[in-house]
């Protein structure tokens, strides 16, 4: 199993946060609570569904990442993007992703 975080959308405006080791949601995915087992993932799941329960995030999920140099990289595209922001020009205070980053 390799390592995975907890992310969801907050409800109030649609951004995505990431659960951090405080149990709060995080804007920043570098800040995420990584799971490195079983045990862990079943904890971010239960967490997840009762923060969904409450209103406070949508389209919860466990997604899978990998650790480089200290850095969280999503595996997938999607979660790259959503991390980094949109890959084009969108609206001001929405810079484009890093294409680095969301290389696959």
């Known amino acids: 199993m390799g390592d995975k975080v907890l992310t969801a959308n907050r409800l109030t405006d649609g951004i995505a946060v990431w659960l951090d080791a405080n149990g709060k ?3 920043s995915l570098q800040e995420a609570l990584v799971a490195r087992h079983a045990e862990a993932v079943a904890a971010l799941e ?3 569904k009762k923060s969904y ?8 999920a466990v997604v899978d990442v990998q650790e480089t140099n200290g850095i969280l990289w999503p595996l997938r595209l999607r979660e790259r993007i959503r991390a980094q922001g949109p890959t084009m020009e969108y ?3 929405y810079a484009p992703a890093d294409p680095e980053f969301i290389a696959v």
């Open 53 to 60: 329960a409450d209103n406070e995030v949508v389209d919860v």
């Open 91 to 93: 609206a001001p205070g």
């Open 25 to 27: 949601w995080s804007t």
């Open 46 to 48: 239960e967490i997840g």
